[in-house]
Each structure stands twice: as structure tokens, then as C-alpha cells.
């Protein structure tokens, strides 16, 4: 079994001390497998959460609403967000393999969409919205520019600078290694969508072959194909010496892990964006939550998780909320070490949308400690899935939720496809937009 709140620590120097690191690990934990078919077999025990049989529903969850949020704590949110003492993290290195559209920053709904693909996704032969009538802009594309419409919108608001505001933050892009230089293309083209070049960062996700085992050896196999260590070790690289870097003009700046840490110790709050999220086409700025972050984050929260009730008619496993008696406190727990728990005794499942008040605080936890490495088989090797949600369980961590909920709302799947047009249509439709965007990028959209 596999306990996040122990987890054993990871030399994260570099790559080849982590690949070394990993499998330590599987010599460790798997010692009574004779192969990896029985790995395969058993993987759900092996990753199960120890404690299943003693959990709860959670406690004290906090609920964002007038009663819990004024507007002086508006006020400040506004106020960090505009000085940019936030930091802004989008991951863009998954890759749809659902959609079959590769990754999902470079989508174009006009190029990609065609109606033999539209059919695929969708089982239909018609669609409220037509891929050919958007506009020929990627997803990415798309991202970018709602942060940097609702961020000035924001500073006109507050009678501040658009341009000055835009300047003033900070962003981390991870990527990955495949689409690495189109999505810096993407940056150069748009004229870095009106962000100061030296403040956006990037990183570059690594891939990892399998392990094998042979004749009882586990070993590095480098014939065996190549797969990201899931987001995780995505959270866990940002720590690892020269893999941030500034991209201003064609060269790289490296910047060591004292260099960056130093950089983390100037925000007030990390907010991972998701690329997927549709929400976001329509709103990418949550006030409120960034509002509730800070206020818990001065009340000594290093880490605020967002949840979501399950739907008690059609309920689904997902990372879960529960009260754990051992550690005393509310956790997240992924939904691969769930084992037998039914859905319907989920009544709380993550939002996955993370905020890391004071950052490095979380993120020189995952550098000095490392996070819980759950494995899966994956094309007859073994691999490591570790999850960034996981450092919940070494972090003060709050749990939130709002007054009104929502259910999540993303593009995943051909059953999101549709959703998805239609947000990206809404996001064209709105006045004065698409004039705007060409004059901040310099572009004909």
C-alpha cells in the first residue's frame, strides 16, 4: 500500500538521480513480484490508500460565500493580482489522448476539426457550431488571451494601466518536449500576448522510458517507449536546477533552483491553470478564490485544494475529500488508491484547481522531500504516476467550496468537444475581442 503522508524521499538533483531514485523504489515495493504481469495484477493493492476503512465524510470545509469573503479581502486579492504578486502557471504538456489531437495548446478547432474528426468525437453529423467558423486560433491561443483581456479589463476597472498591469506579471508555461518550440513560436508570434518577456517562463516536462524486470533485476530500459511521469513529477522538476528558463530572444536562461526559490519567495500565491478548463474562455480571473487563498494563507495554509460535490444521482470517482482520524485533518485522496469505496460514499471530489499560498514554501517541500510515487503498467513496463495533489498531505492544506456549485467543465473527451466549440464561439462573440486581440498581438485574427 502506498501512503502519501510517508512518503520515501527522492533525490531530485537531476534526472538521473530521480530515474535512480525511482528505481530504488520499485526494488523496494515490488520484492515479491516475479513479473510484470503480476505488478499489472496486483497494481490496485499496491497503490491502495492504507487507512480506507477508517475515513470520513470531511469537516469544516470552507465555503466561499458573502459570509466568508468581504470585499476588503477582495480588495487585497485584486491588489496582489494587479501588482503581480501572483504567480500564473498554466500546464500545457499533457497530451489529449482522448481527443487524439495531440497536444492540447496547439489544437486549432479550424485545422483540426474536420468533419470526419467532428464525427468521431461527437457520433454526429451536425453541430451547433461549425469548426470552419472559428476563427483559425489555437487553444492556447485562446488561453492567452482571455488572461491577458480579463487582466486588463481588471486594471481599466481599477483605473490602473493595462499595459503597465500586463508587464507587471509573472508566468510559468510547461510544455512538452514535442511541442516545446511551436508553443514558443506561439509566444514570439503574439508578441508575448503583452507580457514582459523576461517574466514568462518556461519548462519543458521530461518523458521517461519504463523499467523492466529481468531474471528478478529491475532495470532503466531504454528501448521501452517513452511517457510523461504525470503532473506530479511536472511539480517536482520545477525544483530541479536549470529547467526554468527565460526565453526572450532565442536563448535560453537557465535558472538554478537557489535562482528560482528566491523567485518564489516574491509571490503571495501560485494558481495552476488548467489548458483544458472551459470556464476559463469565459472567465479566467477567480477573485474569489484567489480572495479565500490568501485569507487562509495567512491563516497558515500552504496549500487551498477547491471541491466539488458529487452528483448523488450519477456519482463518480474522482480525488476524493475525506476526514482522515490518524492524521487528524481533511484529505485528498486520488482516486486510483481508493480500492472498493463505492462512488456513492464520495460526497467531495477535487476541483483541481490549486493555489500554493507563499510558493516556496510547497515547492521546497517537493524538493527536500519528493511526493508518493504510485505505479502503473503501461505497454509492458513499469512507470511512475506521482500527482502535484498529493502534497496536500505535506502541507498545511484548506479546503474550499463554493456557496453555488458547479460541476467541472472541460475539454477532455468527444462527449466536452461540442462545450467546447461553443465556449470558443462565445469567446469571438464578445465585444470588442477579436479587435482588441489583433491590436495586442499584432496579429490578423
Known amino acids: 500500500m502506498l501512503d502519501p503522508s510517508n512518503p520515501q524521499a527522492l533525490d531530485l538533483t537531476d534526472f538521473a538521480t530521480y530515474i535512480n531514485s525511482c528505481l530504488m523504489l520499485a526494488k523496494k515495493r515490488l520484492k515479491k513480484y516475479a513479473s510484470l504481469e503480476e505488478v499489472a495484477a496486483a497494481e490496485n493493492d499496491i497503490n491502495a490508500y492504507p487507512r480506507l476503512k477508517n475515513l470520513h465524510e470531511p469537516r469544516d470545509i470552507f465555503v466561499l460565500d458573502e459570509d466568508s469573503i468581504s470585499a476588503r479581502d477582495i480588495g487585497e486579492a485584486t491588489s496582489s493580482l494587479l501588482a503581480g504578486k501572483v504567480l500564473l502557471e498554466h500546464t500545457c504538456a499533457g497530451e489529449a489522448t482522448r481527443l487524439g489531437l495531440g497536444t492540447k495548446y496547439l489544437i486549432n478547432p479550424r485545422l483540426d476539426l474536420t468533419c470526419e474528426v467532428m464525427q468521431r468525437l461527437t457520433g454526429q453529423k451536425q453541430w451547433p457550431v461549425d469548426p470552419m467558423e472559428l476563427k483559425s486560433m489555437s487553444l492556447g491561443r485562446r488561453h492567452m488571451l482571455q488572461l491577458a483581456w480579463d487582466l486588463s479589463n481588471l486594471a481599466e476597472d ?5 499595459a503597465k498591469v500586463l508587464q507587471s506579471q509573472t508566468l510559468l508555461v510547461i510544455v512538452n518536449e514535442a511541442t516545446v518550440t511551436s508553443v514558443e513560436m506561439d509566444f514570439h508570434e503574439a508578441g508575448f500576448y503583452g507580457f514582459d518577456p523576461s517574466k514568462v517562463l518556461f519548462m519543458v516536462q521530461k518523458s521517461f522510458h519504463g523499467f523492466s524486470l529481468e531474471g528478478g533485476n529491475w532495470f532503466y ?5 517513452l511517457r510523461l511521469h504525470n503532473h506530479g513529477q511536472m511539480l517536482m522538476q520545477t525544483t530541479m536546477d536549470n529547467q526554468v528558463y527565460r526565453n526572450e530572444d532565442g536563448n535560453k536562461e537557465r535558472l538554478p533552483w537557489p535562482t528560482f526559490r528566491s ?3 516574491g509571490f503571495d500565491d501560485k494558481i495552476s491553470f488548467n489548458i483544458e478548463d472551459l470556464d476559463y474562455l469565459n472567465q479566467a480571473l477567480d477573485i474569489t478564490g484567489l480572495a479565500a487563498a490568501l485569507k487562509l494563507g495567512a491563516d497558515g495554509a500552504r496549500m487551498v485544494m477547491e471541491v466539488v460535490t458529487n452528483n448523488p444521482d450519477n456519482p463518480q470517482k474522482g480525488g476524493a475529500c475525506f476526514w482522515e482520524p490518524k492524521l487528524e485533518r481533511n484529505v485528498i485522496i486520488e482516486s486510483f488508491q481508493l480500492g472498493s469505496i463505492d462512488n456513492s ?3 467531495f471530489l477535487n476541483k483541481n484547481i490549486n493555489h500554493y499560498p507563499y510558493p516556496a514554501t510547497a515547492l521546497s517541500m517537493a ?5 508518493s510515487m504510485p505505479m502503473a503498467v503501461k505497454n509492458g ?6 500527482v502535484q495533489g498529493d502534497l496536500n498531505f505535506l502541507l498545511p492544506t484548506a479546503y474550499v467550496r463554493r456557496a453555488n ?9 468527444g462527449t466536452t468537444t461540442i462545450p467546447a466549440l461553443e465556449a470558443m464561439a462565445a469567446q469571438e462573440k464578445r ?3 477579436l479587435e482588441w486581440a489583433s491590436e495586442l498581438t499584432g496579429l490578423k485574427l
Open 345 to 347: 460514499e464520495i460526497t
Open 381 to 386: 513496463c513499469l512507470y511512475f504516476q506521482p
Open 263 to 265: 523567485i518564489l519567495e
Open 405 to 413: 456549485l458547479k460541476p467541472i467543465h472541460s475539454w477532455k473527451s
Open 221 to 225: 530500459d531504454t528501448s521501452s517507449p
Open 158 to 162: 481599477n483605473g490602473r494601466d493595462p
Open 431 to 433: 465585444p470588442g475581442f
Open 367 to 371: 524538493h527536500d522531500q519528493g511526493l
